[in-house]
């Protein structure tokens, strides 16, 4: 068997990487200039990560992307982590006495414990690779660089120190032979890993396991067919995942790993086609629901589409989690520039790119617009309100950037609201044009009516229906 050199799988992933950018520009593409249509999510580190390291052994390697640890102390509490221990715990006194004082000792604080019956080998304890044969660089372009450190280590020895024994030491992870298929790879995503002594730590934004050396596994003829396949794969696994704060695994059958840790993980990748299903059926099944509601429920108060919405988020954005009516608290002694002792917005939706969309809905039996053209009341209070939101991000991050770590730098703004008033314009055009002209003039980035919501959802279902395999 031929096996591909350093130099071979550095010029792979090199060329890899921008055959994957170009796939997913056409994926991401509108429909008119002969693309996919699909929203612009971050799926891969392929696309964006300022570094990439490979760790090559002797029978496969590691692609590593560790640009995006999170801005916590998480090796502490927060995670996800696995915390590597023995019995007794190696767990330093004063990480119990900083918990203790935080009053979260014994809760559940995002970090999974798990003990080696064996001593580890101090090289996987401490996560040392050793010294490699050979250290090359690769221009990825964007000022992006690929690092290719060689070792002569097999692939699950450099996982075990990856992970400092946690994979492949104390789990078993269940890493196929070198006769399993090409490109079917275990992916980690955004989990970090640590020995009890805390003596190092490792924050993995991707860590991908790649089983294969053999030359056939890395020719460069085969990347145009994988792209296609993978960006619809990470695709579907980003927009699958349960918690887009959590850790996603892709390692095999976890049925000898600790129920804990099991419940505790996002979605593993491998069930991701399952869940695809899943929310297919969901939205499905919320269109067909929201259709009967939006034809016959002119007269039914806000309240009736709030909670049905609140029912059915899917309908909001099919790409965020959506929280209802978060309350923004001002601090003791503080209120809003009119009193308030906090502001709501309806629904507030969480995308897994700390990103946010803060949402605002208005009565479906009100006209938005007088015979004239002029905003009604209802409107131009909903864009008051959009504007205390954004007063208080801007004052006030620091209260709420635990549970919204970004919404500072990243946050846009929808209203929607009835239709009723089409009536006043003689066309689609020109409702659409006067609809742009009331998100610029109140600085609201959409404003949409409840037929617009039903629509987006249509078009997100027969997107998502396509990647159906």
């Not at 990748?269 to 939006?294: C, G, K, M, N, Y």
């Not at 978060?326 to 700390?354: C, M, Q």
């Amino acid at each position: 068997m031929s096996v591909a050199s350093a130099k071979d799988v550095g010029q792979y992933l090199q060329r890899y990487v921008e055959g994957y950018r170009q796939e997913y520009e056409r994926f991401t593409s509108p429909p008119d200039k002969r693309g996919g249509g699909y929203p612009s999510l971050p799926i891969s580190p392929y696309l964006s990560a300022p570094n990439l390291r490979c760790v090559l052994g002797t029978d496969g390697a590691l692609v590593i992307d560790q640009s995006k640890p999170p801005d916590y102390q998480w090796h502490i509490a927060g995670g996800p982590a696995i915390k590597v221990d023995y019995e007794p715990t190696r767990t330093p006194p004063a990480v119990f006495e900083l918990l203790r004082n935080q009053g979260i000792l014994g809760k559940p604080i995002g970090i999974y414990r798990i003990v080696s019956k064996e001593p580890l080998p101090p090289d996987v304890w401490k996560g040392i690779y050793g010294t490699p044969l050979s250290k090359q660089q690769f221009d990825l372009g964007q000022g992006r660089t690929l690092f290719v450190d060689e070792f002569e280590l097999e692939v699950a020895e450099l996982l075990k120190r990856a992970t400092f024994g946690a994979f492949g030491n104390v789990l078993n992870v269940h890493l196929p032979s070198s006769n399993a298929d090409f490109w079917k790879h275990h992916i980690v995503k955004g989990m970090g890993f640590m020995p009890a002594d805390l003596n190092n730590h490792i924050f993995y934004n991707y860590l991908e396991v790649i089983p294969h050396r053999d030359a056939a596994a890395w020719d460069t003829r085969n990347i145009r067919v994988r792209v296609k396949a993978d960006v619809r794969r990470d695709f579907v696994s980003t927009i699958t995942s349960t918690d887009r704060d959590g850790a996603t695994l892709s390692f095999g059958d976890t049925d000898d790993w600790p129920e804990h840790l099991k419940e505790s993980l996002s979605t593993p990748v491998t069930t991701a086609l399952t869940e695809f299903a899943s929310l297919l059926d969901r939205i499905r099944s919320a269109i067909t629901q929201f259709e009967r509601l939006v034809k016959t429920g002119d007269e039914e108060p806000e309240a009736t589409f709030h909670k049905f919405l609140e029912s059915n988020p899917i309908l909001l954005d099919v790409y965020g989690t959506t929280k209802s009516k978060p309350k923004f608290l001002y601090p003791p002694g503080k209120t809003s520039p009119v009193g308030k002792a906090y502001v709501e917005p309806d629904f507030l939706i969480k995308f897994s790119y700390r990103a946010y969309r803060l949402v605002e809905l208005e009565r479906a039996n009100k006209d938005f617009a007088t015979q004239k053209g002029h905003p009604r009341q209802d409107f131009s209070q909903a864009a008051f309100q959009i504007g205390e939101w954004r007063n208080y991000i801007q004052n006030y991050y620091h209260l709420i950037q635990g549970d919204y770590p970004g919404i500072n730098a990243s946050c846009s703004t929808m209203i929607v609201m009835s239709r009723k008033g089409r009536g006043n314009f003689p066309d689609e055009a020109a409702l659409r044009d006067y609809l742009d002209l009331l998100k610029s003039t109140v600085n609201v980035d959409d404003v949409l009516t409840y037929e617009d919501l039903l629509e987006r959802a249509r078009v997100a279902y027969s997107q998502m229906l396509a990647l159906k395999m």
